[in-house]
């Protein structure tokens, strides 16, 4: 077993642009560019209808953690599989999932990836791999040792990539997935979102360590931190990750970002100052990653204005598409709930 | 009488006992600066320091393993479970360890704990985040569940829990805390086993607690329109469960309908039916009913959330059906 702890360069308060190396081709960044937009629009339109009470219950955003959300999900090959959390709008996206089914899924409409069961917190696409948003901090990380456990079981070249929230990492059931995933060698990368706070809780109030990267060697995994405000970086780190996987080293990567609004629409975040936001969105991922493209020839300012444009009509075609889109019928509330179920007795 | 919230209700009994007692301290997520996620602990930090208001990381099974320690050693924890929802995380510690102490130790050992937390269904918060848990501890030998369904209620038995000596979950409701009452000023307390007639009437008795009080006394002035006089039996708490003061309330009216949230099976409505039929079956004019929510992981859909949520008009028809009205 290696056990390597490797510390990528991390400058999360410098809006000094890292030069950037490309080895993927222009088509291809246009698209984790796009990607990021898409979602960035998407959150912007999804906040806007809730204060329009056509979404409801909890709706915790990405807003910020775009380059964490991209470098981590859209390295996976479609045989890999993603085990998430509340805060996933974006996740389902970059997987590409068609953004209107998405929608329709806030909107609670029968068309939704849920069929409007599920809501903001619990979007999946089995077709995808995405194997669901979960609401309960942490209950979402022990699914992720049956996933990895189960594609070494079927001997399939499958990557699982769990991801969660800082604040969930003091939670006892994080201890049992990462201790299982390294003890039975899966190939999971759990990637740590740290957005610095969980609802009003900063890491160090809640992390005996905060440096969580550094547990990756308790439990016998390659341990990393990243600028999660750097799409290229957080990029790198993932196809590094994935490489170990492939040879039955899972990874603990703790990805340093910010969530820019509150927890949930309801949480007006006044825990914490507007210098400080302003400094984080200062390096706003998707700008920084403009100007690494434009440094290097790589975008004009004329197809990013195209990549807008399309973006905005995609997210405004999935509102349409939701708003249009029917309720579930009452009469099917107990569908799903279980599998063939005897006939005769109550249920 | 003053009117107060319900979060006033609570917030007030809490601060009382803090100055009663030095040994009552809280514990909880986002307790502190964050004044708790329903604001029920709001300026307590400020008063009592982060010592007495203690926020802590995300981890339920601490939480309640931390206040039974803190317990079995003289000090008295009231903790803070977010929503009931997460409490499962932590239950372990509560139903192994803090309702077992005292007996499996043959009485040298007390665990004087009070867990509060908001249970019930609303805003389309989903499968996760809808549910109605208490039954679940009431099974429990050595747990008491209380469940006030006023501020009054609230206040006294907050008071009363806090200074038991037995563990217990309290019960708040998701969507009460903006609920206005009257509240009796100075050192109000409710005794803990008490279920309280929140109306008296004589035709029907609706049993139930928690928020449905309101929706049976809701149900209880449409019916009062049509001559059926209702009267209404609030629990205030599962454990211990007040059979007496249900049973004279039966053996007044002839009938019982049970109104609870959450599921139907082996809910609350089970065990008072079955309590009225082995104490009062003589007396019945009519079946037990059973209202609750329907037998679903709670949906997200508005549609679909109304449809799997106990509705006043079904209570209404219940009861004229059970009178043999329509
Ligand atoms: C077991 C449990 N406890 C508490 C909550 C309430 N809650 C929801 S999100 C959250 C904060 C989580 O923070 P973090 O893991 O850092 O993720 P973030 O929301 O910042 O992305 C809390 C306390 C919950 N959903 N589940």
């Known amino acids: 077993m290696v056990k390597e702890i490797e510390r990528t360069e991390l400058e999360p308060t410098s809006t000094e642009n890292r030069p950037a190396e490309f080895h993927e081709s222009k088509e291809e960044l246009h698209s984790l560019f796009r990607t990021m937009s898409l979602i960035r629009r998407f959150e912007d339109t999804g906040w806007e209808m809730y204060t329009r009470a056509k979404i409801g219950g909890y709706f915790h955003t990405n807003h910020g953690e775009e380059a964490t959300v991209v470098g981590t999900i859209c390295p996976l090959r479609p045989q890999d599989w993603i085990v998430s959390f509340y805060r996933e709008h974006g996740h389902i996206i970059a997987r590409g999932t068609d953004p209107k089914y998405v929608m329709a899924e806030l909107f609670g409409r029968e068309h939704g990836v849920a069929h409007g069961r599920g809501g903001s917190m619990h979007l999946f696409d089995y077709s995808r791999h995405f194997l669901g948003g979960y609401g309960i901090v942490a209950g979402q990380m022990p699914l992720a040792i049956g996933v990895g456990w189960s594609s070494k079981y079927r001997g399939q070249d499958e990557i699982t990539l769990l991801l969660t929230g800082e604040g969930a990492m003091a939670n006892g059931a994080s201890h049992e997935a990462l201790n299982m995933i390294g003890l039975y060698h899966l190939p999971v990368i759990t990637v740590v979102v740290n957005n610095l706070y969980g609802m009003g809780t900063t890491v160090h109030e809640s992390a005996a360590n905060p440096e969580i990267w550094k547990r990756g060697e308790m439990y016998g995994m390659h341990g990393a931190q990243v600028d999660g405000m750097d799409v290229m970086a957080v990029r790198r780190t993932m196809q590094d990750a994935m490489k170990r996987a492939s040879n039955g080293q899972p990874s603990l990567i703790e990805a340093m970002t910010y969530r820019y609004r509150g927890h949930s629409v309801a949480d007006a975040a006044r825990y914490r100052s507007t210098e400080e936001v302003q400094s984080w969105r200062q390096q706003d991922p998707i700008e920084r990653f403009y100007r690494q493209l434009s440094k290097a020839d790589l975008i004009t300012e004329e197809e990013r204005n195209a990549i807008d444009e399309s973006v905005e009509k995609q997210v405004n075609a999935a509102v349409e598409f939701a708003d249009s889109d029917e309720h579930p019928d009452p009469n099917g509330l107990f569908d799903h709930l279980y599998v063939d179920p005897p006939a005769g007795v109550s249920l | ?326």
Do not use: C
């Open chain 2, 1 to 326: 009488m003053p009117v107060i919230t319900m979060r006033e209700a609570l917030h007030d009994a809490l601060r009382e006992e803090m100055i009663r007692d030095q040994n009552v301290f809280l514990l909880g997520e986002e307790i502190g600066r964050f004044g708790g996620s329903y604001k029920v602990t709001e300026g307590l930090i400020d008063e009592f320091g982060p010592e007495r208001v203690l926020s802590t990381p995300i981890a339920e099974s601490g939480i309640m393993g931390m206040a039974t320690g803190a317990a079995m050693t003289g000090l008295r924890p009231v903790a803070e479970i977010m929503t009931i929802n997460f409490i499962m995380v932590g239950m372990d510690q509560l139903v192994n360890n803090a309702a077992k102490i005292p007996y499996m130790f043959g009485g040298e050992a007390r665990t004087p704990l009070v867990v509060r937390t908001p249970s019930g269904a609303a805003h389309q918060l989903t499968a996760q985040h809808s549910q109605s848990l208490e039954v679940w501890f009431a099974y429990v030998p050595g747990m008491y569940v209380v469940a006030p369904s006023t501020p009054a209620d609230a206040k006294g038995l907050l008071k009363s829990s806090i200074r038991n000596d037995n563990p217990i979950l309290f019960v708040e409701n998701l969507v009460m805390y903006n609920e206005k009452g009257e509240v009796p000023e100075g050192d109000h307390v409710v005794p803990i086993g008490k279920a309280d007639i929140k109306r008296e009437g004589g035709d029907l008795s609706i049993i139930t607690y928690s928020r449905m009080v309101h929706m049976a006394l809701e149900a209880a002035d449409v019916l009062a329109e049509e001559g059926i006089s209702v009267e209404v039996v609030d629990l205030r708490s599962l454990r211990p469960l007040d059979v007496e003061t249900m049973i004279a309330s039966v053996k007044k009216t002839n009938r019982a309908l049970v109104l609870h949230e959450g599921w139907y099976k082996y809910g609350a409505g089970a065990e008072v039916a079955a309590q009225i039929q082995e104490h009062a079956f003589d007396y019945l004019d009519h079946p037990v009913v059973r209202i609750s929510g329907q037998e679903v992981p709670m949906p997200y859909s508005t549609v679909l959330e109304r449809a799997a949520q106990p509705r006043m008009e079904d209570v209404v028809e219940r009861a004229r059906f059970m009178l043999g009205r329509k």
